[in-house]
Each structure stands twice: as structure tokens, then as C-alpha cells.
């Protein structure tokens, strides 16, 4: 397997990695994690695509790399109100999540 082609693949496999973390709670889409994880791959992707001549996909992924490299507008304000010493609210998480699922169950018991 040719070196660009192992690029290629981990970097596909580190956006879905940050797509599945989302998805089942484990990393906030508004995180720094997520949008370095995707800068990462897109970054990656694009160089698989420039070398291939796959120009729809180096679009797409010039897209992506833009995405993880600027915050989105919702994380330059939560980065402020940190900066400011303002109140940020708690991460959820998956073992939150079960817990109050777990709560509620037993609450509708009695």
C-alpha cells in the first residue's frame, strides 16, 4: 500500500472517529477535540485528493479544513465568557446522560 493511500485512509478514519465521539456523546461539536480532529483529516483528505487529481473532493475537504481551523461562531462565544470568567455550563457526557435516563426510569416507578 502506497504511503498517500495509508494517508488517505487515517485520515477518513479520524473524521468519522470525531463524527462517531459526537454522536454518542463522548465530544461536543462545539469542542476543541472535534474541530482539531477534523482540521487533522480534512487536511489530510485534501492532500490525498490533490495527489489523486480529485477536484469535487478538494473542494469539499478546502471546506472542512476551513471549518476546524476558524471556531465556530457558537465556540468564539463560549471561549470569550470563559476568558471573561462567565459561567460555562457542564459537558454531557454519555455516563450523564445514562444516569439521569437511569433517574428518570426509577422516578416514573413510584
Known amino acids: 500500500m502506497h504511503p498517500i493511500e495509508i494517508l488517505g485512509i487515517g485520515s477518513a478514519l479520524m473524521a468519522l472517529a470525531a463524527f462517531a465521539g459526537n ?37 469539499t475537504n478546502s471546506v472542512w479544513v476551513r471549518r ?26 454519555l455516563r450523564g446522560f445514562l444516569e439521569r435516563t437511569r433517574e428518570e426510569k426509577i422516578l416514573k416507578v413510584y
Not at 463522548?26 to 472535534?34: D, I, N
Not at 474541530?35 to 490525498?48: K, P, Q, R, T, W
Not at 476546524?68 to 454531557?92: D, F, I, T
Open 23 to 59: 454522536e454518542w456523546g463522548y465530544m461536543r461539536a462545539k469542542g476543541f477535540w472535534y474541530d482539531a480532529i477534523n482540521f487533522l483529516s480534512a487536511v489530510g483528505l485534501f492532500a490525498y485528493a490533490y495527489t489523486q487529481g480529485v477536484v469535487p473532493f478538494m473542494i
Open 68 to 93: 476546524g481551523w476558524v471556531p465556530s461562531q457558537g465556540r468564539r462565544r463560549w471561549l470569550a465568557r470563559r476568558v471573561r470568567g462567565e459561567y460555562v455550563e457542564p459537558r454531557k457526557t
